[in-house]
C-alpha cells in the first residue's frame, strides 16, 4: 500500500490561513490569548466572525473545562483582533508545535502585537487571590522547546534572543493605565510547568528559591514562538491561588475560576487600553 505523503508544518499553517482568509481577508495586526477564566474579553470585541477549531485545518482542540475553543475576529478598541477563547496546554498531550500553532497562524495573518493572558499560583508572600502580575520575565521549566526541529527560516534565526521576551514599551503603559484606574499591580517573574499536577510545598519553595513569582502551565511557549518571530507580547496573570508558605492548600477548578472572574475586569480593561493605545 502506498503511503500518502505527510501534510508539512509550514504546510499546516497555509492551509489553515486560506481557510480564514476565504471568510476574512483584512490584514489584522492584534493577537490575544485568553486564559483559564478569562475569556470575558470577547463581551467587548465586535464579533465579525468565530472560527470553531475544529473547523479549522490542523488546528487542535481545547480539551480544558473553561476553555471555548473559538478562534474570534472583531474590533476591540476601534481595531481589528484575532482573538483565542481558549489555549492549548502541552499537558493535554500537544506537542509545543500544536500548542504554538495558532500564534504561528497569526503572524501570517499580519499579527505584530500579541496579548496573553493566564491563571497562575502567586509565589510572591505579598500576591493575593484575585490580584494581577505583569511578567516581565519568565523560567521555562517545560520538558520540550516549541524551537525544537528544524528552523523555520522564512519565520525568523535559527537563535532567537530572549533577553527581552516581554515588550518593556507595553509594560510601562500597562502600569500607567492600572495606577490611573486604582489597581494595584505587581510586576514579576513567571515560572512555566507542564502539570496538570499542580505542585508540592517543596515545589513550590523551589521555584521561588530560583526567582519566580509565580507559577502556571501555558503562555511560555506561545511568547517563546511569537519572539522568534518577532511580535511584540505583553502577558499578565490573575492570581488565582497562594502558593507562599503557609498559604498553600487544596484548591479547585471551581476556586479557580472564581479567582479568575474577580481579575478579569482588570485584565480586560487593562488589555482594551493597552489595544486603544491613547497611554
Known amino acids: 500500500m502506498r503511503e500518502e505523503p505527510q501534510v508539512t508544518y509550514p504546510s499546516q499553517i497555509q492551509h489553515a490561513i486560506n481557510h480564514i482568509r476565504q471568510t476574512f481577508d483584512e490584514p ?3 493577537g490575544i490569548i ?6 470575558q474579553l470577547i463581551e467587548h470585541i465586535e464579533v465579525i466572525h468565530e472560527f470553531p477549531y475544529h473547523e479549522i485545518p490542523f488546528f487542535p482542540v481545547s480539551t480544558v473545562e473553561s476553555h471555548s475553543g473559538k478562534l474570534v475576529i472583531g474590533k476591540l478598541s476601534g ?18 508545535k500544536e500548542v504554538t500553532f495558532p500564534v504561528r497562524v497569526m503572524k501570517l495573518l499580519g499579527v505584530e502585537q500579541l496579548f496573553v493572558s493566564n491563571a497562575a499560583g502567586g509565589l510572591d508572600p505579598e500576591y493575593q487571590i484575585g490580584g494581577l502580575m505583569i511578567l516581565n520575565d519568565h523560567i521555562d521549566l517545560f520538558p520540550e522547546n516549541p524551537l525544537r526541529g528544524k528552523n523555520l527560516d522564512t519565520f525568523s534565526v535559527r537563535f532567537p534572543d530572549m533577553s527581552e521576551p516581554y515588550s518593556t514599551r507595553l509594560i510601562a503603559k500597562a502600569i500607567v493605565i492600572a495606577k490611573s484606574n486604582n489597581i494595584k499591580i505587581h510586576t514579576g517573574v513567571y515560572a512555566g510547568v507542564q502539570g496538570p499536577n499542580l505542585e508540592t510545598k517543596a515545589e513550590y519553595k523551589y521555584l521561588r528559591t530560583i526567582g519566580a ?3 502556571g502551565m501555558s503562555t511560555i511557549p506561545e511568547v517563546i514562538v511569537a519572539r522568534h518571530m518577532n511580535m511584540e507580547v505583553f502577558a499578565i496573570s490573575a ?5 507562599s508558605p503557609g498559604n498553600v ?5 471551581q476556586e479557580v475560576l472564581a479567582a479568575a472572574a474577580i481579575a478579569e475586569p482588570n485584565i480586560s480593561m487593562i488589555i482594551r487600553e493597552l489595544v486603544a ?3
Open 34 to 39: 485568553l486564559g483559564t477564566g478569562l475569556g
Open 79 to 96: 481595531k481589528y483582533v484575532i482573538a483565542m477563547q481558549g489555549r492549548f496546554h502541552y499537558y493535554e498531550g500537544y506537542s509545543m
Open 249 to 253: 492548600k487544596q484548591i479547585s477548578l
Open 239 to 243: 492570581i488565582t491561588d497562594l502558593c
Open 28 to 30: 489584522v495586526s492584534i
Open 213 to 215: 513569582d509565580a507559577v
Open 277 to 279: 493605545g491613547e497611554y
